[in-house]
């Protein structure tokens, strides 16, 4: 079965600094992944996801991630990040099934 | 605002109650998928329907039991609670299968807290 795992419970980091969140993954076949970003007080919303085709994906708000295979990672990075970008970031790995399995979440904490 | 309507918002009950949470996926969604968020396990995967059937199963515990409607609601019963279920239960839904589209719309939550 998939599991996900987020090194990194809290990330602190200062404004306009760039920023990566950590994520690796455990499957046995082919996999989807996704990163998926909680604001205070909301469900979650999709960032960026990738199903095939180029390795770094781009999404919104100028997130990307990149799918490494052989280390089986999916870090997310921004190259300079906003107060804005204060939320909880979930990375989610399906086994291209109905399931979609989430990671334990990373705080992001921006620093002013 | 992502199109899915859960109420409750919030939810205060006693344990060995029993609640019904409530999900309407956004219009034309297929797929209903419910979560559990707590602060030590994170979200776990709880169950997905798929126009009315049972398509996958995760760490649902046998108190707990959902199902889809002909309408495409859904519906999260909780029964015989205790104090380690008190939790955000998140559900979410999308147009197909997720492994088609990838992307899951989620509602704002239901908060349940078991005193």
């Known amino acids: 079965a998939q599991s996900v795992t987020q090194l990194d419970s809290q990330v602190p980091v200062f404004e306009e600094a760039p920023v990566e969140l950590r994520c690796n993954y455990s499957?046995?076949?082919?996999?989807?992944l996704f990163w998926y970003v909680q604001y205070p007080n909301q469900g979650l919303q999709l960032l960026l996801k990738?199903?095939?085709?180029?390795?770094l994906v781009k999404g919104i708000n100028g997130f990307e991630a990149e799918f490494n295979k052989s280390q089986t990672s999916f870090h997310l990075r921004k190259p300079s990040v906003h107060i804005s970008d204060t939320a909880e970031y979930f990375c989610?790995?399906?086994?291209?099934?109905?399931?979609?399995?989430f990671g334990k979440g990373t705080r992001l904490h921006i620093l002013p | 605002d992502s199109g899915v309507t859960q109420t409750p918002k919030h939810l205060i009950t006693a344990t060995g109650q029993r609640v019904t949470l409530r999900c309407s996926p956004r219009?034309?969604?297929?797929?209903v998928y419910w979560y559990q968020q707590s602060l030590d396990q994170g979200l776990q995967f709880l169950i997905q329907?798929?126009?009315?059937?049972?398509?996958a199963k995760g760490n649902i515990l046998e108190r707990f039991s959902a199902q889809q409607f002909p309408d495409l609601h859904s519906e999260l019963n909780l029964s015989s609670l205790e104090l380690g279920d008190s939790a955000l239960y998140f559900c979410?839904?999308?147009?197909?299968?997720?492994?088609?589209?990838?992307?899951?719309?989620f509602g704002e939550g239901s908060r349940l807290t078991v005193l």
């Open positions: 979410a839904s999308s147009d197909g299968l997720a492994m088609n589209t990838g992307e899951l719309f």
């Open positions: 990738y199903l095939s085709g180029s390795t």
């Open positions: 329907y798929y126009n009315g059937e049972e398509r």
């Open positions: 989610a790995v399906s086994e291209q099934d109905d399931k979609i399995i």
């Open positions: 219009s034309g969604d297929l797929s």
């Open positions: 499957s046995s076949v082919s996999v989807y």
